[in-house]
């Protein structure tokens, strides 16, 4: 229980600053930059922790319960098949309703997807080479 809550955390954290880098680099301001006209003109840090912190344990929970049905013979190939799942069902299928319903330049699409991408991956790698269930 203590490595479950010792990696939530620091997958939440991993979460908020790739956030961070990922949203607030000069590449990713000026792709990014279609959306300015709705964005908010500041950020609620302490909600964003929270809700980064909630990721984290939640998607260590269910790589947990998923395990025994991920495909793979190492937790390394089982966290890097959850997180494509979770990329597909959580950044592909928002990238494909953005570009469905509004007009987003397919660069920033192309972003999108890539860096939601990395973000997984590293979480994936974490989940796969730290957690396993418990017999």
Avoid: C, E
Avoid at 104 to 131: E, K
């Amino acid at each position: 229980m203590t490595k479950f809550i010792l990696v939530s955390l620091v997958s939440g954290l991993l979460f908020g600053l790739m956030d961070g880098l990922i949203n607030a680099n000069p590449w990713a301001t000026r792709l990014l930059a279609v959306y300015k006209p709705i964005a908010k003109n500041s950020i609620n840090a302490p909600a964003g922790i929270v809700i980064d912190l909630a990721y984290g344990f939640i998607l260590a929970g269910v790589f947990l319960l998923l395990y025994a049905s991920l495909p793979g013979d190492t937790g390394l190939v089982k966290g890097i098949s959850f997180v494509l799942l979770v990329w597909f069902l959580r950044v592909v299928m928002a990238a494909a309703s953005t570009w469905m319903m509004f007009t987003v330049p397919v660069p920033t699409l192309l972003y999108q997807l890539a860096t939601g991408l990395g973000d997984m991956l590293v979480l994936g790698v974490l989940y796969g080479l730290t957690l396993q269930p418990s017999p």
